[in-house]
Structure formats: structure tokens, C-alpha cells
């Protein structure tokens, strides 16, 4: 079961760790994110030994149970968190759910951020088979110490509602 602690301790025991982080922003209600799962699973199974893996939920429509039974349900198993206050979202600039960030904590540096992979074109639009695997790819090189060709892509599904905090 995945561990639910504070998140600022979550990260720091993260990066004390591993000199890669993942971090996954998702959306439980979000079809792209939940669709996405499979790959994430993957990745992760693939690459748990070698680098961290966070997944954090922005949006205050997820609540902790919505989370929990999200993780059960799609066999999620790396650390979750209700990031409501948008300190991660903030932190690494993401605005679109799911987004990810591969950060190395050692040179401090993002070595990608966007897509999953793209089997979404955009919201609605879905390949029938994923051509570009970026985040593996991104995993991959980073691990061997080469240089990762695509550094960026644009993602493809929900927003995260920052306006939600404004009124608070």
C-alpha cells in the first residue's frame, strides 16, 4: 500500500533517493489519465529501481478516497498525494492532467516534462497505437547518460484548475 505522507516529505525523501524523479500529474475523473495507467504501470515495474516515482493530484475535485480507490483500481503502486495547495503543480509548471516531469536531482535540472507517450492527439483524438514512448525514452537515456532527444512535448488532456485556490 502506497505510503500517504506530508508532501513536502514525501519529495525530500524522494530526492534524497534517487537521482531521477518522476513526477505524475494525474486526475482520477480525467479519461487521458485514466487511460494512460497501463503505460505508467509500466514504466514504473520497469524503472522503480533506478529512479522515483511520485503521483500527484492538484485538483480539489480529487479527494483522498478518490485517489485511494483510483490507485486500486488501476494497480498504482508508487506514492500519491493531494497536492490541493498546487505546490508541485507550481513547482514544475504543470497546467494539463496527466503531465509529467522527469527531474534529476543531482545536476538539478529537468530532463523532460509533457507526454506520457502519445496516444492522445488531443482530448477526444486517440491513436490506435502509441508511436512515441517519451517518457521511457527520456528514462532510458537519462539512466545511460546520453543526452535525451525530445526534452519537451506539449500535454494533451485536462487542466488543472488553479482558480479553485484563488477563492479560498
Not at 486500486?72 to 506514492?79: D, G, L, T
Not at 522527469?102 to 496516444?119: C, M
Request: proline share 4%.
Amino acid at each position: 500500500m502506497r505510503l500517504l505522507l506530508p508532501l513536502l516529505l514525501l519529495t525530500h525523501l524522494l530526492a534524497a533517493k534517487d537521482s531521477l524523479t518522476v513526477y505524475l500529474f494525474l486526475l482520477d475523473e480525467c479519461r487521458i489519465s485514466q487511460e494512460m495507467t497501463p503505460y505508467i504501470n509500466e514504466i514504473y515495474s520497469r524503472y522503480k529501481t533506478q529512479a522515483g516515482f511520485i503521483g500527484a493530484f492538484p485538483n480539489k475535485a480529487t479527494h483522498k478516497d478518490n485517489m485511494q480507490a483510483f490507485a486500486a483500481k488501476y494497480s498504482i503502486r508508487f506514492p500519491l498525494v493531494l497536492d490541493h495547495e498546487k505546490v508541485l503543480a507550481k513547482r514544475w509548471k504543470a497546467t494539463i492532467l496527466p503531465e509529467v516531469v522527469l527531474y534529476n536531482e543531482r545536476t538539478q535540472q529537468i530532463v523532460y516534462r509533457g507526454l506520457i507517450n502519445d496516444l492522445y492527439l488531443k482530448p477526444g483524438k486517440r491513436r490506435h497505437f502509441v508511436k512515441n514512448h517519451y517518457l521511457a525514452s527520456a528514462l532510458e537515456a537519462a539512466l545511460a547518460g546520453r543526452e535525451v532527444s525530445v526534452k519537451e512535448t506539449r500535454p494533451v488532456g485536462c487542466f488543472i484548475n488553479f482558480q479553485e485556490n484563488s477563492n479560498d
